[in-house]
């Protein structure tokens, strides 16, 4: 599946992030033997644990919820935080960064689902993160925001999944042609799961976070 994956991926210019969230070590191992360098996790205590058991060359994407009082056990070494979810949190990942003196990587997570279960940012809270990051004497220096994420309802409704998948990728075009124009960092829409990677590459995505069709059903 892995190699299939990766081909189709390949076609269209997307990055594989491999959840690996509740898998062992074993696992990850396996296909990071096999040339895969970008994993994703979902708990702070599961990543860190993981990140000490691992090669150190592997790439840690953090995609779930992320707490305040935990950022600072993944600042050393996280390559990009997806789940930016408030402004709030904004300000702590770029206080802890400053601390240790590291810019990180983080993505704006973006509400794009129907359910109101799901963590992201409104519209207007997109814009007032975006008017903190670019004022001229910001004190976000400790970060780069690298582009937009979100999850699409759970649904057998690929339309309502396209919708969404085509929201988010205009979030991102008039962040890219408004805030950050002419900004090269921000580059990324990280979208398409298991069950829905292949619209979300149709409709734009840069980075697939891929599970169960990986490592088998949780
Ligand atoms: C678990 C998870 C995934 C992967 O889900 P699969 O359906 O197993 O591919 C992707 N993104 C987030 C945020 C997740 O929590």
Do not use: W
């Given at each position: 599946m892995f190699e299939e994956i990766k081909e189709e991926l390949a076609q269209s210019n997307t990055q594989l992030i491999a959840v690996s969230k509740t898998k062992p070590i074993d696992a990850i191992r396996n296909l990071y033997n096999q040339g895969q360098i970008d994993f994703g996790e979902n708990k702070v205590q599961e990543l860190v644990d993981k990140y000490e058991a691992l090669p150190k060359d592997i790439r840690w994407h953090l995609i779930g919820h992320l707490q305040s009082n935990k950022i600072k056990y993944i600042i050393p070494f996280i390559y990009?935080?997806?789940?930016?979810?408030?402004?709030?949190?904004?300000?702590?990942?770029?206080?802890?960064?400053?601390?240790?003196?590291?810019?990180?990587?983080?993505?704006?997570?973006?509400?794009?689902?129907?359910?109101?279960?799901?963590?992201?940012?409104?519209?207007?809270?997109?814009?007032?993160?975006?008017?903190?990051?670019?004022?001229?004497?910001?004190?976000?220096?400790?970060?780069?925001?690298?582009?937009?994420?979100?999850?699409?309802?759970?649904?057998?409704?690929?339309?309502?999944?396209?919708?969404?998948?085509?929201?988010?990728?205009?979030?991102?075009k008039m962040t890219k042609n408004?805030?950050?124009?002419?900004?090269?960092?921000?580059?990324?829409?990280?979208?398409?799961?298991?069950?829905?990677?292949?619209?979300?590459?149709?409709?734009?995505?840069?980075?697939?976070?891929?599970?169960?069709l990986l490592f088998g059903k949780r």
């Open positions: 990009c935080i997806h789940s930016v979810d408030s402004l709030k949190l904004v300000f702590e990942i770029n206080k802890e960064a400053s601390k240790i003196n590291r810019t990180v990587n983080i993505l704006l997570q973006m509400h794009i689902a129907k359910e109101d279960t799901k963590y992201g940012l409104s519209h207007k809270e997109l814009i007032e993160v975006l008017e903190y990051y670019t004022a001229p004497q910001s004190e976000l220096k400790y970060i780069h925001i690298i582009g937009l994420m979100g999850m699409a309802t759970f649904t057998e409704d690929q339309n309502l999944i396209r919708q969404e998948f085509r929201q988010l990728s205009s979030y991102f408004t805030y950050l124009l002419g900004k090269d960092n921000f580059r990324e829409i990280s979208m398409g799961m298991s069950g829905d990677y292949k619209i979300a590459i149709e409709e734009g995505s840069t980075m697939v976070r891929i599970g169960s």
